[in-house]
């Protein structure tokens, strides 16, 4: 887990000065990267809707959120992943359209310009809270709920609390689960969990991230996250990112991960979060039981532990459980196959509405 933490705040200037000491070199790879950022910058303000919100009976508390897909389609809430941004929703859109769904995306607390939560403990209830005020402001009366690894945590919290503005509908794609509740969890994570203060866990890892990840290149990294990747997830992954490409403009993988998670954020406080226990967050896996839940889970996933996640579709009411053969976690997040697009028919309640 702590890998793919370093993998979310990269710094690019680093990895060119590892390549290279010729300053004109780095100048020229930098202009490149950003007329690349320049173009994705704009594509992405094309297709996703940003938006502001000032919630007033909040005393004007600022949140931002994104809605992309089909606006006429199923409202659906999208929790993302740890260290990702409003900007997962480009990765989606596609499958959003497919199924006529409007994805709606809030900026978690401390992440693009959302204000941060008074304390790690309170970062749960106070995207409660978020989630509610967007959907009041965009009069969505319920919506479907989509999340990805540690986004599942605050889906899970939001549909105990407020079950009646959710349509019953839950697809959750690799869901991370809490060590501390999970028997069945890795070891380590386990003992961290039990035996260390949650908010020294977060700190603690965020601290080693901004240490290791300048120490990690970019080509590692690919490596790392496709290792274990499926013949299909690596087509997939081949067909969106061609190598054999002579097109300057054309991006890697890694740079499109980088530019979707984002910059430095405040994963510390979702760290906390997954460290947690569910009680100690305000909510029981039970409260959960009028939702219709569908979870899809990787057989080669290295972060969603696949016995853990076993045993949260056990806990979970009416959790039916899909292992995907030779799937990992990349495979998940990015919709590499059309197991994890067509998922997202669980979703639909109706094809097109005025809300």
Same mark, same amino acid.
């Given at each position: ?24 070199v780095?100048t ?46 199923s ?63 965009l ?39 809490? %060590? &501390?509740?999970?028997?069945?969890? =890795?070891? /380590?994570l386990?003992?961290?969990? @039990?035996?260390? #203060? ?44 061609p190598?054999?490409t ?60 696949? %016995? &853990?996640?076993?045993?949260?579709? =056990?806990e /979970?009411?009416?959790?039916?459980? @899909?292992?995907? #053969? ?14 994890y ?15």
């Amino acid at each position: 887990h702590c890998f793919v933490t370093i993998i979310l705040k990269m710094n690019n200037c680093f990895s060119y000065c590892r390549n290279t000491e010729d300053p004109s070199v780095i100048t020229s790879e930098m202009s490149k990267r950003e007329q690349k950022e320049t173009k994705r910058n704009e594509n992405y303000n094309e297709l996703v809707l940003q938006t502001t919100l000032e919630d007033e009976s909040r005393g004007g508390r600022t949140v931002l959120y994104a809605t992309c897909g089909d606006p006429r389609g199923s409202p659906i809430l999208f929790f993302p992943p740890l260290g990702g941004t409003r900007r997962v929703l480009l990765v989606l859109r596609e499958a959003l359209l497919k199924h006529s769904l409007w994805g709606i995306c809030v900026a978690r607390p401390g992440y693009e310009g959302t204000a941060a939560a008074s304390d790690p403990l309170s970062q749960v209830n106070t995207v409660v809270f978020d989630v509610l005020a967007v959907l009041d402001e965009l009069k969505v009366a319920k919506a479907g709920i989509l999340c990805m690894c540690a986004g599942t945590t605050f889906a899970m919290a939001f549909c105990a609390k407020y079950p009646e503005r959710t349509s019953g509908k839950f697809l959750a794609l690799g869901p991370w689960t809490l %060590p &501390a509740d999970c028997p069945d969890h =890795k070891s /380590l994570l386990k003992f961290a969990a @039990h035996y260390l #203060p949650t908010n020294g866990v977060g700190s603690l890892v965020g601290s080693l991230q901004c240490t290791m990840m300048n120490l990690v290149s970019k080509e590692t990294i690919s490596q790392k996250l496709m290792k274990k990747a499926s013949d299909a997830e690596k087509q997939a992954l081949q067909d969106r990112y061609p190598t054999n490409t002579n097109n300057e403009d054309s991006t890697t993988f890694v740079e499109d991960l980088e530019w979707v998670m984002g910059s430095a954020h405040n994963e510390e406080r979702d760290l906390t979060v997954c460290m947690s226990k569910c009680t100690d967050l305000g909510f029981a896996y039970n409260e959960l039981q009028g939702q219709d839940i569908l979870i899809w889970q990787g057989d080669k996933d290295t972060i969603a532990h696949p %016995p &853990a996640t076993k045993w949260l579709a =056990k806990e /979970l009411p009416n959790a039916n459980l @899909h292992i995907i #053969p030779k799937s990992t976690h990349p495979g998940a997040l990015f919709m590499l196959g059309e197991e994890y697009v067509d998922s997202l028919s669980h979703l639909m309640i109706y094809e097109t509405s005025s809300r």
